[in-house]
């Protein structure tokens, strides 16, 4: 476990590093199956350990239930590509490795793994023992959450390269401020998602409308001020945009309970990790995990002095 120093809490989008492993890594085979998106997932752990230090660690997964935006709108995410049955099988492998670690794991069915990460965030911006959290993901849907406390840690290459993104890093990148992230998606959509938001209206569009009046029921308040053409957009495509606001917007009232004194009972280099990876063949991760807790009790000794 890391020192208490930085009293700082990493929420892990397990899924989206999953997805992105599996896709971004050769097929890996060992005695216990396909393995490489296990593999790109704990390497990218070990790198989250090393290099954001955290005290609390939690990872986040989805469900197989119905979430309540498919219960919302039947169409949503509709078009994406059943998931690979070679990527299936190793959800639950990856539940081992993390188990194993001593890492807690939160998924609640009705939701997805999103809503969970911005609950548990929520309510950690309210601790006063956490200081700071970090939400590791490849899903820009995350961005809303940024705060003075909350951050997250953007994968933008694989599993490779991140960024590390603050608000004004997310203001940089998506041209509007955290909080407004959902009113810029309830006018541009997200095709990802398969919602349209308002038909007509594009990312600078989107852009301009809330720089100029704030977020989406601002807009619509102001429409006399707007040029006739856009207002007739904005008219025509209004419920489309509130129904694309209330997909976009991240649930943090998801039903759960945490301890976070629990998050922070997991170990690097157990027995059990070191087990875990000779089953699955990670001689190369076995080597890194040594080196990590290695550095990790060498750095938690500096912080006694």
């Not at 419920?239 to 694309?244: A, I, P, Q």
């Not at 649930?251 to 059990?272: A, I, M, N, Y």
Request: hydrophobic share 40%; net charge neutral; glycine share 8%.
């Amino acid at each position: 476990m890391a020192g208490d120093k930085d009293k700082k809490l990493v929420l892990i989008d397990g899924h989206a590093i999953l997805h992105r492993a599996y896709h971004a890594l050769p097929p890996l085979t060992s005695r216990v199956g396909q393995v490489n998106a296990v593999y790109g997932f704990t390497s990218m752990l070990l790198k989250i350990i090393s290099e954001l230090k955290p005290s609390y660690i939690a990872v986040c997964l989805d469900r197989k239930e119905k979430t309540f935006r498919k219960e919302m709108f039947e169409a949503y995410q509709a078009q994406r590509p059943e998931v690979d049955k070679e990527l299936i099988s190793q959800v639950e492998l990856t539940k081992e490795v993390i188990s194993a670690f001593g890492i807690k794991i939160f998924s609640v069915a009705g939701f997805e793994a999103d809503d969970v990460i911005g609950t548990l965030a929520k309510k950690a911006e309210g601790n006063g023992e956490i200081e700071e959290v970090i939400i590791v993901t490849g899903d820009r849907d995350i961005l809303q959450l940024v705060s003075d406390k909350i951050k997250v840690y953007l994968l933008v290459k694989g599993i490779s390269e991140a960024t590390l993104l603050d608000k004004s890093g997310v203001e940089a990148k998506m041209g509007v401020l955290p909080h407004l992230i959902v009113d810029y998606k309830a006018l541009v959509g997200d095709a990802s998602d398969n919602y349209s938001g308002v038909s007509g209206i594009g990312p600078k569009t989107a852009v301009k409308l809330i720089r100029e009046f704030g977020g989406f029921e601002e807009i619509y308040r102001n429409l006399d001020k707007l040029p006739p053409k856009t207002r007739e957009i904005l008219i025509k495509g209004k419920e489309s945009g509130e129904l694309s606001f209330r997909l976009a917007k991240i649930r943090t009232d998801v039903p759960l309970e945490v301890d976070f004194g629990d998050l922070k009972k997991w170990q690097v280099d157990s027995q059990k990790v070191l087990s875990v990876f000779e089953e699955f063949g990670f001689k190369s991760l076995a080597k890194r995990v040594k080196e990590l807790g290695k550095t990790m009790v060498t750095e938690n000794q500096m912080q006694l002095f």
